[in-house]
């Protein structure tokens, strides 16, 4: 019983640790139109910044920044928030992911990770998988898939980060 509870204790105590102020790591990838893009400057916004992993290949992923895209001009007059849509198709789809993105009038940054660099720093396994960074640079909420209203929640820790 006692082994159990220190080895319990052990893992929260390093879960705490790791999930609290990990900051967006420094990885290159690309822009829509191939040109290098450090994210390193998405830390530097001074706001809240949304990360969102995606694919065209994705339908929970469509659906969430779709719905989000709704939703997305009231949530940046309210709250300034920015949202980067971090596209993890390969070097063979990559082409069309900016005729697909602008295709949905989508008003995101969206950004390229062919080889799935940031992808891998940020422990992303699964995408949709979306990641809240606030004004410093840390990540501090994420959630992985999509479901009707999960929007919900993403706006409410938005909310809450600006308390």
Not at 111 to 119: I, M, T
Not at 149 to 157: K, M, P
């Amino acid at each position: 019983m006692k082994k159990h509870f220190l080895l319990s204790s052990l893992i929260l105590m390093v879960l705490i640790a790791f999930g609290q102020d990990k900051k967006i790591p420094s990885v290159e990838i690309k822009d829509m139109n191939g040109n290098p893009f450090s994210t390193s400057t998405i830390a530097n916004e001074g706001k809240p910044i949304v990360i969102s992993f995606w694919a065209t290949w994705c339908k929970p992923c469509i659906k969430e920044l779709s719905t989000i895209n709704d939703l997305y001009d009231e949530w940046k007059e309210e709250t300034g928030v920015v949202l980067y849509a971090i596209s993890i198709d390969d070097s063979r789809s990559m082409s069309r992911v900016a005729p697909f993105a602008n295709g949905k009038a989508w008003e995101y940054e969206i950004l390229l990770d062919p080889n799935g660099d940031f992808k891998r720093e940020m422990s992303v396994t699964n995408v949709p998988h979306t990641f809240l960074i606030d004004g410093q640079g840390n990540i501090v909420w994420q959630h992985a898939g999509y479901a009707d209203g999960d929007e919900n929640e993403l706006h409410e820790q938005i909310k809450k980060l600006l308390e």
